[in-house]
C-alpha cells in the first residue's frame, strides 16, 4: 500500500510541476510536456513491480502504436481553440483522436496487430 501511494504522489507532483512550469513558460512546459516523463515514469513503476523485461518491452511497443494516432492532437487543437475557444477544441481534439485510434487499429491489424 505505501508503494501504491507513493506511485500516485510522485506522479501527481510531475504532473503538477509541469502545469507549473507552464505557467511561467508556454515553451519550457511545452518541451517538459513532451518528454515521455509519465512514460518513463511507468517504466520504473512496472520495473520496481517486478515487471517482465517482456513485459515492459510490450508495454514501450504498445506505446509507440497510440503515439502516432495521437499526434494530430497536436496540430488541431491550437488551431481549433483559437478560433472556437477551449472546450469545443478539447471536445473536438478527443473525438478526433478517438476517431484516428480507431482507423489505425484497423490499418494495424491488417499488419497482425490490433490495439484494440
Known amino acids: 500500500m505505501a508503494f501504491f501511494l507513493t506511485k500516485i504522489l510522485v506522479s501527481a507532483l510531475v504532473i503538477a510541476v509541469v502545469t507549473e512550469v507552464a505557467k511561467l513558460s508556454d515553451k519550457w512546459g511545452g518541451l517538459i510536456a513532451a518528454l515521455p516523463t509519465m512514460t518513463f515514469l511507468i517504466l520504473l513503476w512496472l520495473h520496481f513491480e517486478g515487471a517482465s523485461d517482456e513485459k515492459i518491452a510490450r508495454h514501450v511497443g504498445f ?54
Open 63 to 116: 506505446t509507440m502504436y497510440f503515439v502516432l494516432p495521437t499526434l494530430p492532437l497536436f496540430f488541431a487543437l491550437p488551431f481549433i481553440i483559437n478560433k472556437f475557444g477551449f472546450w469545443p477544441a478539447f471536445t473536438a481534439s478527443i473525438l478526433l483522436t478517438a476517431l484516428l485510434v480507431y482507423l489505425f487499429n484497423l490499418v494495424y491489424e491488417r499488419y497482425g496487430v490490433s490495439i484494440l
